[in-house]
């Protein structure tokens, strides 16, 4: 039998291609004799034709790095990419913001109503709405006599 053929059957009995499958020179004369797949099954018995490693790229650092970010390691400053709009989407941001914005004019208006009242809650409330503060630090001032 053809040598090629030989190959062929071989990648069909060990599963694999045919690129991995391996010849030995010193036994190529009974290769060459073999006809069925039963004679090819003997050659692969006698280690004859053998079937190579599969030459594929080891995944265990890349599981080693990712249990390491679980943990929170590599990811300092060094290794982001994308700006910090990118990173953390826009809305989310922002329901960050208006969120702590609404729950500090909450609470001002708990612990001080007098001031709450007289900037008015609603117009502080709706200008909040509006991104007219830039952190809870400036509806503070905003409602503790920084009013402009």
């Known amino acids: ?31 060459e004799e073999a006809m069925t797949k039963d ?24 599981r080693m790095a990712t249990l390491q970010r679980q943990k929170g390691r ?3 400053k060094g290794k982001k990419r994308g700006t910090k709009v990118i990173r953390v989407q826009k809305k989310q941001s922002w329901m960050h913001k208006v969120r702590s914005q609404r729950a500090i004019l909450k609470e001002l208006k708990k612990t001080n109503p007098k001031a709450v009242e007289e900037a008015g809650y609603s117009n502080i409330y709706n200008k909040i709405k509006g991104g007219f503060f830039k952190g809870k630090n400036y509806v503070k001032d905003y409602v503790e006599g920084g009013r402009k």
């Open 39 to 62: 004679d090819i099954r003997g050659l692969i018995a006698e280690r004859i034709i053998k079937k190579r490693k599969s030459v594929q790229q080891s995944k265990g650092r890349t």
């Open 1 to 31: 039998m053809d040598l090629t053929k030989a190959k062929e059957l071989a990648s069909v009995v060990l599963k694999v291609g045919v690129n991995r499958i391996y010849l030995d020179p010193t036994g190529l004369k009974k290769v």
């Open 74 to 76: 590599r990811r300092g």
